[in-house]
């Protein structure tokens, strides 16, 4: 299928790894020229390495001055800015209830998850309005409809991005700029590996997706081809959601 993304920008938040590395790659193989931001320089040089004519731009899309600087230097860079997708987050305490979570903790995944992409996309607005059939992919996950036991902090954080890019989606609609979310169950990735142990990866009783799925997900919806979609998204979980508890 021909995505119509050949000469097309994008700016990727959490580029330097996981599931905003694969996502950059992708994009950039569909002939996006990508602009790559992200806190840790080293892994960023790598990502950028692997994506021809790419812009890397370090940053902590925590702090409000340097998002505003990163997302100008990387829209001055590009010429335009046709797609801005949100992957950086983090998951915060694992396995931990409440009382066991101090208000640091919570508000350290708010702000990379929620806030992060809320300074992103508040600086890239002007650009992405300026631009035909511009769009925005927000990485959200399978957390934001279903509950583990002791996340509460990225459950909710993720909940809270969802409705976000539903409520953005809104806001935006007169603007031909769109909206979507991508909400992966468990992606083998650095951080879930961090999260769960190698050992859980190494024959895991759950099913299991690669970025490289999820960043083919997102690049659909980045494309002109899902014109349509929009205020919505992929909830990408082999179905688990799906399932009823009752004993039939």
């Not at 927000?138 to 957390?143: K, Q, V, Y």
Request: hydrophobic share 50%.
């Amino acid at each position: 299928m021909e995505l119509h993304l050949q000469g097309r920008t994008a700016l990727i938040t959490g580029a330097a790894g996981g599931i905003g590395r694969a996502v950059a790659r992708a994009l950039a193989a569909e002939g996006v020229r990508v602009a790559l931001l992200d806190r840790d320089a080293v892994a960023l040089a790598e990502t950028a390495e692997s994506c021809p004519g790419s812009v890397a731009v370090v940053a902590d899309v925590t702090d409000e001055e340097a998002v505003a600087d990163a997302v100008a230097h990387a829209v001055t860079a590009l010429g335009a800015l046709h797609t801005v997708v949100c992957c950086a987050g983090i998951s915060g305490p694992v396995g931990s209830g409440i009382e066991q979570t101090s208000l640091a903790q919570w508000q350290a995944v708010f702000a990379v998850n929620v806030t992060g992409a809320f300074l992103v996309l508040r600086a890239a607005l002007p650009a992405l309005r300026a631009t035909p059939a511009a769009s925005v992919v927000l990485l959200a996950s399978d957390s934001a409809f279903v509950a583990s036991p002791g996340m509460a902090p990225y459950g909710a954080s993720k909940a809270a991005l969802v409705q976000f890019g539903r409520a953005l989606s809104v806001d935006l609609a007169a603007d031909d700029v769109r909206v979507v979310t991508v909400s992966p169950s468990i992606v083998d990735t650095p951080m879930s590996r961090g999260d769960l142990g190698d050992d859980a990866f190494a024959s895991p009783s759950f099913p299991v997706q690669s970025a490289d799925q999820i960043a083919a997900h997102v690049v659909y919806l980045a494309s002109p081809r899902a014109a349509a979609v929009n205020g919505s998204g992929i909830l990408s979980d082999f179905g688990f959601s799906a399932r009823s508890g009752f004993p039939a």
